[in-house]
């Protein structure tokens, strides 16, 4: 392989990490993107379960009450009528907060529809972004922290140590992951960083297995028993021979485990076990669709295409540093 071949990326993870830089460059720019509150209803039925493209006029009142969405807005002698519902409403101008420079309110255009509170589904898909990357960034993270850390301790432990390690490992490994997660998120007071705390400590098994697998093979290297007959201390060995040999499989397999963690924490939030509302997460969309009726696809359809296509670029980029950063493959 030449310079010049490994300077260049390999094309699933340049792909890989395109698409995750969009994602992470909307999440960002979440506000900008999408001016609408995503936790904030209206108290009409007029605004609920609406189709992607509808538009309607956002009717916003002084002293907190909840916005309204009129089909038809007409201004009369100080007055606005709403038309919604199928009758019209009459209000003072005077008590509308968000007149324009016409005397009407704003017409919003909903890209994506509304949900069962006629939340507006386009800004709960972009801010849901945030929170749905971070739980899956910060939960790998973790689980990665304690997989190479227990895989590490039993490898170079041996023994006892690496028999009760191996055999919780394999404890954990036998039991439901799915009633594991739903178990312990039913102990816990649901919320972003218990999401975080428990999604990463039962994801960490693999790679535990994996470093330790790599770490006793690499004990019998040449270049391993070479830096002990320097006289280098286990630690030293470990920090400067075996654990950057050994962290590959680890790395792969945390981009593997993004995807995972992201498609885990949407079924919690599916069932009603992730994060409250009105924080807005790709899960807790999907799971609009079941308390409305089964036209609302949009509801199901956009978050799911925005949760596959996070794990298929999570995937790419898993692929990618497989082939970039083992040199056997």
Known sequence: MTARRRRRLEPPLAAGLAITGALALAAAAAPLLASADPGHPFDSAAGKYLTPGVGRFVVEFEGGRLPVL???????????????????????????????????????????????????????LVHGARISLAIGLLSTALALTLGIAVGCAAALGGGVADAVLMRLVDLVLAFPRLFLLIAVVALLRPGGWAIVLVLGCTTWMTISRLVRAEILALKRRDFVTAARAMGQR????????????????????????????????????????????????????????????????????????????????????????RDTLDVRS
């Not at 009369?76 to 005077?94: F, K």
């Not at 963690?261 to 939030?269: K, M, N, Q, R």
């Open 234 to 321: 286990p630690l030293a060995i470990l920090g400067r021979h075996l654990l950057p040999n050994a962290v590959t499989p680890a790395l792969v397999a945390g981009g593997l485990l993004v995807g995972d963690v992201i498609l885990a924490e949407a079924a919690l939030s599916f069932l009603g076990l992730g994060i409250p509302d009105p924080v807005p997460t790709w899960g807790k969309t999907i799971a609009d669709v079941t308390a409305g009726p089964y036209e609302s696809w949009w509801l199901a359809l956009f978050p799911g295409l925005a949760i596959a296509l996070t794990v298929v670029a999570f995937n790419l980029i898993a692929e990618g540093l």
């Open 70 to 124: 009129a089909e038809r807005v007409e201004r009369r002698d100080g007055e606005l009528v709403l038309h919604r519902l199928g009758r019209a409403e009459a209000y003072p101008a005077a008590a509308v907060a968000n007149l324009g420079p016409d005397g009407l309110p704003p017409r919003r255009t909903f890209v994506l529809g509304t949900d069962r509170l006629g939340r507006d589904l386009w800004a709960r």
